[in-house]
């Protein structure tokens, strides 16, 4: 049972290496970040970082939707039109609602 216990913990989600928010394929990192950066789009390099600090491993499944959803924003070329205060608004209200749909084992699908 305890065996079990423990072979459930070691095999965590891990999050996509590529990501392909309105059909673009994005790479996705895992490494250091700035101080109290969880995760980052990079639209023009095409790549999503997401933190490599064990701290916010629990985060990281909600925060690559949160760096999916910018990216489905820029490559619309929404984003350029969106101040970035409304923009992140946009992005968190729709990353609260999508969180309880999404399959985030489906999130590197294409
Ligand atoms: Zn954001």
Known sequence: ????????????????????????????????LEEGSIGEMDGAARTISLSSLPEHKPLLKETLLHEYIHAILYVSGIS??????????????????????VNFDKLGER
Not at 80 to 101: F, K, T, Y
């Open 1 to 32: 049972m305890t065996k079990l216990k423990t072979k459930t913990t070691l095999i965590a989600w891990a999050p996509p290496s590529m990501v392909y928010p309105a059909g673009i394929p994005f790479r996705v990192r895992v490494e250091k």
């Open 80 to 101: 350029q039109i969106l101040e970035d205060r409304v923009e992140e608004g946009i992005v968190i209200a729709l990353e609260c609602q999508l969180s309880r749909m």
